[in-house]
Structures are given as structure tokens and as C-alpha cells.
């Protein structure tokens, strides 16, 4: 059994504030104090706001049409998603909180778990952390404390929207009636997992508050709901459920899809749009030494056009052993592809989906297989390396080539790629 272990339980979580409105704001400093929003894929809906930006009342997914005339007129700004900046700024946090623990959760883009148990003065951790990551990257972030998980996201959220706290709350210091006052004033909803279906039910039931949650018979929560619930009942009262998984779990599919800037009606404009995802999709599964025994390829009309005819189809196809190679599963998409176009229809997203994975050296040699195997990874390992030294579609198939058609994503206003592309550094004047 190893020091740590032998030791209770000490949760940290760290989030980032805002944070692809503040991965803006790093690169374009005219931008802070003012209204911001990130918005999804083909300019669609808020996905992301800074905090003037909150307080003008702009809600996370209004649809952008909606909100603009009056958001602009307060001086707002809205900006395309500039995914592969958020990315690369992630990985840099990311990088920078592993100085802090050895034990570290990577939970999403702009958040992090990390183990503490054994160290002391958490405040004095938190704060360290707070001023590391802004330093290092001009970003803000806030951290929460506690001996488990579902309670350091509620510690999070209390430093992040409750000023007092200068951005870190440790609830390991804080006696027992401290604790009480302070999740009795919290919302139910403000809890890991319970989402506002589920916070309504709650609230039938006269649990309104953290504290009355983590009070509640866990039993009866089990009963009335689910094992879930009952283990968040138990975390919120200290006792750890959700071990630290330091060993991200093997995904069992990968999915690369869009919906397009504008419908799209022919089927060349259609095997650009699956080409492109297949091979992205692929880059992905060898990213992560896997294969896939099947792909499934689906595409459809808007359910929003309700006065056009609407379509929408998918198929797969299982591979003869396991690959990751960017023909074969380009081939194969573009085979389904054609199995399920229809023609006549304003078709508004195309996927494609990677299934039955496993790991790339779990693959059994088929005696049978046509392919020769060691020639296909030499290939795709020459590829990525080009794609990944020269950029991205360095080197494609003839599928994903040629000028961009309808279905490409509208970014009418997006930032330029500050730390991916040399010819888009910031410059300093």
C-alpha cells in the first residue's frame, strides 16, 4: 500500500473561469471588461461567456440571431470557436497543475482533479495554483478543497461565485457548523449530477438545499431514485465514493461529425464532407493506439425545416479484422455513403463513427487478410508525422481535397490559431 493511500482522502478541483471566453481574452486584451461570448459550431448559440458578458443576462445556449442586436449595442463581442487555441491552452494548464500532484484526473477541457492527501495549508496550495496558472498563462482559475469529490466541485463552485473566498475554498478547515451554514444556503441543483429534471424532483420532495440533500435517508434516496444519488448523498457527508482515475478509461467509440454552414444537396459535396471526417477520425483512433472493427456512417435533414422533407439514414459496415488505416476507413465510409443518399434532400450533418475498438497490439493476425499490415502502419505513420509537423490536411485523401463546399463550418468571426500555426503567433509592437 502505497503513503498516499494509507492516508484520508483530499480532493482538489480545479476550473478554469470562463474558460474559452478567457483564452480569448489572453491573446486580444482589448477584449477584457467587455461583454464576450464563444459561440458553436457555424455561429450558432452561446457556448461560452465572460462574466460582463453573464451579467448582461446572456444564458448559455441563447441562439445568437436572437440576442445579437441588443448584445452588440452593449458594446458585446462574439466570436467564432477556436477549438484547436482552446486545446493547446488546456494542455498547457493541464501540464502546469501536474507540478502540484502526482495524482491528477484530467475531468474535462478546463477542468482537473488532483489527489492531496498528506499536504497542509491547502489555502496556501489553492492560492500557489491560482497565481502559477495565471502567470503562466493569463488565465484564471478557481479551487475547491474537500475529502471528496462531489464536495471539492461544490468547494469550487462556492470560491468561484462567492468573492469572500479570493478564489480557493477549503472545506477540510471549516468546523462542522461552518460547513452547515454553508451548504445550507446552496441550492440543491449547485450539486454534481443533479441536473435541473432532477433538482425539480428534489424540490417535490422538500430538499431544497446541499444540506438537506446530504441529510436526506440515503436509503430512501436509493429507493426514489437511483444508487447514484444515494452515493452522492455519502459524498457529500465526507465519505469518498469516486476514486481518482488517473488512467483514462478506453473509449469504446470515436465520432467525428458536423452540421454544415449551408444544406447540402449533392452527393460529391456529401463524400468531401464523410471524407474529411473519416480521416480526422481515424487520425484520432491511432492517436490513442487503437483499431475499429466497424464504421457507421449516418447523415440527415434538419429537423427544424419542417416544411422541407425530411431524411435522415445510417449504416455500418464491420471491417474483416480490426484497422486504423485512413484508406480502409475512408473506403468504407464512402461505400455507406453511397448505400444511403438519397437525392432531393437538404441534408444538414453528416457523421462518421468508429466502433468495436481495441487496442492497435490486441489486433489477432488474420492469415486471411489481404492488407499488408506492416506496409499500412508504415504509411499512416508517415502521414501523421507529415500532418502533424506541416499542419493538419498537409497530406489527405482525394476524398477530403479540393475547394471548400457547402458544408464547411461557418466562422464568420474566429480568432487566428495564436499557438498552432507560426504564421498566426501573436506579434508584439
Not at 417535490?204 to 452515493?231: G, Y
Request: hydrophobic letters at 40%; one cysteine or more.
Amino acid at each position: 500500500m502505497s503513503e498516499s493511500s494509507a492516508l484520508p482522502p483530499v480532493f482538489a478541483l480545479v476550473d478554469a473561469n470562463n474558460f474559452y471566453a478567457s483564452c480569448e481574452t489572453v491573446f486580444n486584451p482589448k477584449l477584457r471588461g467587455r461583454p464576450v461570448i464563444v459561440l458553436s459550431n457555424n455561429d450558432g448559440c452561446a457556448i461560452a461567456r465572460s462574466a460582463e458578458a453573464k451579467a448582461l443576462g446572456i444564458k448559455m445556449g441563447d441562439p445568437y440571431f436572437k440576442i445579437e442586436k441588443e448584445f452588440r449595442k452593449a458594446g458585446g463581442v462574439a466570436l467564432s470557436s477556436n477549438f484547436a487555441l482552446y486545446a493547446d491552452m488546456s494542455n498547457r494548464v493541464m501540464s502546469l497543475l501536474s507540478e502540484f500532484s502526482a495524482r491528477q484526473e484530467v475531468y474535462s477541457i478546463d477542468e482537473c482533479f488532483l489527489g492531496m492527501e498528506g499536504h497542509r495549508e491547502l489555502t496556501s496550495i489553492g492560492l500557489a495554483i491560482r497565481s502559477r496558472i495565471l502567470t503562466a498563462t493569463g488565465l484564471p482559475v478557481c479551487v475547491g478543497f474537500a475529502p471528496t469529490k462531489t464536495l471539492s466541485k461544490l468547494a469550487n463552485h462556492v470560491a468561484k461565485k462567492q468573492p469572500d473566498w479570493n478564489g480557493v475554498c477549503d472545506l477540510t478547515a471549516l468546523s462542522a457548523s461552518d460547513q452547515d451554514a454553508l451548504v445550507g444556503g446552496l441550492d440543491v441543483a449547485e450539486v454534481w449530477g443533479v441536473g435541473r429534471r432532477l433538482a425539480s424532483a428534489l424540490h417535490d420532495m422538500r430538499i431544497t438545499t446541499v444540506r438537506q440533500l446530504r441529510d436526506a435517508n440515503p436509503k430512501q434516496i436509493r429507493s426514489r431514485f437511483s444508487v447514484v444519488l444515494e452515493r452522492t448523498v455519502l459524498e457529500l457527508r465526507g465519505i469518498s465514493c469516486l476514486a481518482l482515475e488517473e488512467v483514462v478509461p478506453p473509449r469504446q467509440q470515436i465520432v467525428v461529425s458536423r452540421s454544415f454552414g449551408a444544406p447540402v444537396y449533392d452527393l460529391p459535396d456529401l463524400e468531401q464532407a464523410v471524407g474529411t471526417f473519416a480521416a480526422r477520425a481515424a487520425e484520432k483512433l491511432r492517436g490513442q493506439s487503437l483499431a475499429a472493427g466497424a464504421v457507421r456512417v449516418f447523415i440527415h435533414t434538419s429537423p427544424f425545416r419542417t416544411q422541407e422533407p425530411q431524411y435522415g439514414k445510417s449504416v455500418t459496415l464491420p471491417f474483416h479484422a480490426a484497422c486504423d488505416d485512413t484508406l480502409r476507413i475512408t473506403g468504407a465510409s464512402l461505400a455507406g455513403l453511397k448505400h444511403i443518399y438519397q437525392p432531393g434532400y437538404a441534408f444538414s450533418k453528416a457523421g462518421v463513427m468508429l466502433d468495436a475498438l481495441i487496442a492497435r497490439d490486441k489486433v489477432p493476425v488474420d492469415l486471411f487478410e489481404m492488407v499488408d499490415g506492416s506496409k499500412s502502419q508504415e504509411l499512416m505513420r508517415v502521414l501523421d508525422s507529415v500532418n502533424s509537423k506541416f499542419g493538419k490536411g498537409s497530406i489527405a485523401t482525394g476524398a477530403a481535397c479540393g475547394a471548400p463546399g457547402a458544408w464547411t463550418m461557418r466562422q464568420s468571426n474566429k480568432s487566428p490559431a495564436y499557438t498552432t500555426q507560426w504564421d498566426e503567433l501573436p506579434k508584439a509592437r
